[in-house]
C-alpha cells in the first residue's frame, strides 16, 4: 500500500506512537493515507481505537518481524 506519509514511532511506547499519529496525520488532506511504524505491541490495540475515536479509517494494520506498519485514510 501506499502512503502520503510515514510516521516511524519505532523504539517509543504508548502513548506516543499515537500522539505522533495524531500529530503528524493534520500535515495530510482528508483521503490521503498515513503510515504508521511501531514496535510496540500496543498499537494492535491503539491504533484502531484512536481510528474509531477520530473518525480516519483503518485501512490495514500488519507486523513483520515486530515491527507494526498501520495505514490510515484521514477522514
Do not use: H
Not at 510515514?6 to 517509543?12: I, K, Q, Y
Not at 506512537?17 to 504508521?36: F, H, N, R, S, Y
Not at 481510528?51 to 494494520?61: D, F, H, Q, V
Request: with cysteine.
Amino acid at each position: 500500500m501506499q502512503a502520503d506519509l510515514t510516521v516511524d514511532a519505532t523504539g517509543l511506547y504508548c502513548p506516543m506512537p499515537i500522539i505522533m499519529t495524531a500529530k503528524e496525520i493534520k500535515k495530510i488532506e482528508a483521503g490521503q493515507v498515513l503510515a504508521v511504524k511501531a514496535d510496540d505491541a500496543g498499537i494492535q490495540a491503539d491504533l484502531p481505537a484512536w481510528c474509531k475515536t477520530t473518525g480516519n479509517e483503518l485501512l490495514s494494520l500488519d507486523e513483520d518481524s515486530g515491527v507494526y506498519t498501520g495505514f490510515v485514510r484521514k477522514a
